[in-house]
């Protein structure tokens, strides 16, 4: 079993709100493997897109998935 902790931040992964209406139109957010986006390290504009992208989840944003870049 291997107990090494992940990384915290990386720029391998990215946690993306897929628009229910637009294909091919997301908001994307870098965030570790398990999809914790620091919010400290967002510009002010990015932080506002992804409070609404969580906000929305269900009515125009389905739920994020985390991806691997």
């Known amino acids: 079993m291997n107990s090494r902790p992940m990384p915290l ?22 965030c570790d493997a398990r999809g914790g986006v620091r919010l400290d390290s967002l510009s002010e504009k990015a932080l506002q897109n992804y ?5 929305v989840v269900g009515r125009d944003y389905a739920s994020p998935t985390v991806r691997r870049l």
């Not at 931040?9 to 870098?30: C, Q, T, V």
């Open 9 to 30: 931040m990386s720029d391998d992964y990215e946690l993306r709100f897929e628009s229910l209406f637009h294909a091919g139109r997301a908001l994307a957010f870098p």
């Open 51 to 55: 409070l609404f992208a969580r906000a």
